[in-house]
């Protein structure tokens, strides 16, 4: 199985930071991560696809970069609604696995 | 509204099954791929199967840990699928998520998720 490693596991920021999280894979995907979005007590929601395609709707300070095995998500200028847990997931390989998240939370 | 709505979750015995339901709204669920996703009490998500889309036959894909115990069916006429779950296990415990994904295999659109709750 392909091994999706995120960092760090918790980072604390203000509103107006620049934020990066990474991804990791333990054998290459390509490009075939895609980055979900999860607040307490709510289903993820889907940010990005195919690395940097942003959803419809996902406001344009996220983005997404990468390829191979090393990812990032990016959000330019954090906003009050951003604090929340960003999961990525590979979709290359089966089993399709995630990261095992990482947590923005207020500084 | 576009949506997916999951149901059937509760509290079930060690050994015992379960069968969750999925049911779409505002589109045709079997023209999708479809996915489960579970996510334990404070833990992250976990891929459990597939269920391809009425083009490709309905063919599926199970992880692992679940593969032999979990089985995923459709129903066309209620837009719905199914997952039934024999033989849980006490770490079967989680939220369990329906996801319509993509065909190159994305989540793109989650269900709100259901319990699934397995004690004596």
């Known amino acids: 199985d392909i091994q999706m490693t995120q960092s760090p596991s918790t980072l604390s920021a203000s509103v107006g930071d620049r934020v990066t999280v990474t991804c990791r894979a333990s054998q290459s995907i390509g490009n075939w991560l895609a980055w979900h979005q999860q607040k307490p007590g709510k289903a993820p929601k889907l940010l990005i696809y195919?690395?940097?395609i942003l959803e419809s709707g996902v406001p344009s300070r996220f983005s997404g970069s990468g390829s191979g095995t090393d990812f990032t998500l990016t959000i330019s200028s954090l906003q009050p609604d951003d604090f929340a847990t960003y999961f990525c997931q590979q979709y290359s390989t089966y089993p399709l696995t995630f990261g095992g998240g990482a947590k923005v939370e207020i500084k | 509204e576009v949506q997916l709505v999951e149901s059937g979750g509760g509290l079930v015995q060690p050994g015992g099954s379960l069968r969750l339901s999925c049911a779409a709204s505002g589109f045709t669920l079997s023209d999708y791929y479809v996915d489960w996703v579970r996510q334990a009490p404070g833990r992250g998500l976990e891929w459990l199967g597939r269920s391809r889309n009425k083009a490709n036959s309905y063919t599926t894909e199970y992880a692992a840990s679940v593969k032999g115990r979990f089985t995923v069916s459709r129903d066309d006429s209620k837009n719905s699928l199914y997952l039934q779950m024999n033989s849980l296990k006490i770490e079967d415990t989680a939220v369990f998520y329906c996801?319509?994904?993509?065909?190159?295999?994305?989540?793109?659109?989650w269900g709100q998720g259901t319990l699934v709750t397995v004690s004596s």
């Open positions: 195919k690395t940097s």
């Open positions: 996801t319509r994904s993509d065909s190159s295999g994305y989540s793109a659109l």
